[in-house]
T-cell receptor
Framework: DTAVSQTPKYLVTQMGNDKSIKCEQN?????MYWYKQDSKKFLKIMFSYNNKELIINETVPNRFSPKSPDKAHLNLHINSLELGDSAVYFC???????????FGPGTRLTVL | AQSVTQLGSHVSVSEGALVLLRCNYSSSVPPYLFWYVQYPNQGLQLLLKYTSAATLVKGINGFEAEFKKSETSFHLTKPSAHMSDAAEYFC???????????????FGQGTILTVHP
């Protein structure tokens, strides 16, 4: 019954490593997003994809590379992890023309 | 660019008391407005949304919000707080990026609601 799922829920890694976070939605939506929630709980959009095409890229460092193999999946790959990348990353989805977004449970990334 | 300001990073009420969480927005176009709730270590759950229909919007768990264009506000209220309402609440505005309907959510800073017995 899970609508938007993310794996893993927790990710602890060393600086300089490369890691990926996966997101899947079973709502039939065609638009997916990645948001970053920093240590002060501030939420900011990173990327948005519609039907596998990038439509929003909010000046995120190019170490972050989203990939959408199909419209139900949007994965986030991060190269050369830095301490400042530590945050909670949320995936979300919506249907074209609808502004309501459905969020996943989040992935807490800790970079040591 | 759109923006959202939530007045008060922490609000504390007694159980049974009125809950009022304030949200003001800035938008050059008619906005779509949302309130989300985040319980500890969980994702965001939609409480309610305003999409240019009725100005008084009812949501889940007894919450409601009133859109006031003249005040550019979308405050969240609940007549009687329950212990289970303790969480962080986020107000958000949807942006019509590039004239399309894809949209992105711009969030306020969040308000932590504490409910005392």
């Amino acid at each position: 019954d899970t609508a938007v799922s993310q794996t893993p829920k927790y990710l602890v890694t060393q600086m300089g490593n490369d890691k990926s976070i996966k997101c899947e939605q079973n709502l039939g939506h065609d638009t997916m997003y990645w948001y970053k929630q920093d240590s002060k709980k501030f939420l900011k959009i990173m990327f948005s994809y519609n039907n596998k095409e990038l439509i929003i890229n909010e000046t995120v460092p190019n170490r972050f590379s989203p990939k959408s193999p199909d419209k139900a999946h949007l994965n986030l790959h991060i190269n050369s992890l830095e301490l400042g990348d530590s945050a909670v990353y949320f995936c979300a989805s919506s249907q074209l023309g609808q502004h309501e977004q459905f969020f996943g449970p989040g992935t807490r990334l800790t970079v040591l | 660019a759109q923006s959202v300001t939530q007045l008060g990073s922490h609000v504390s009420v007694s159980e049974g008391a009125l809950v009022l969480l304030r949200c003001n927005y800035s938008s050059s176009v008619p906005p779509y407005l949302f309130w989300y709730v985040q319980y500890p270590n969980q994702g965001l759950q939609l409480l309610l949304k305003y999409t240019s229909a009725a100005t008084l919007v009812k949501g889940i768990n007894g919450f409601e919000a009133e859109f006031k264009k003249s005040e550019t506000s979308f405050h969240l209220t609940k007549p009687s707080a329950h212990m289970s309402d303790a969480a962080e609440y986020f107000c958000a505005v949807s942006d019509l990026t590039g004239g399309t309907s894809y949209g992105k959510l711009t969030f306020g800073q969040g308000t932590i609601l504490t409910v005392h017995p």
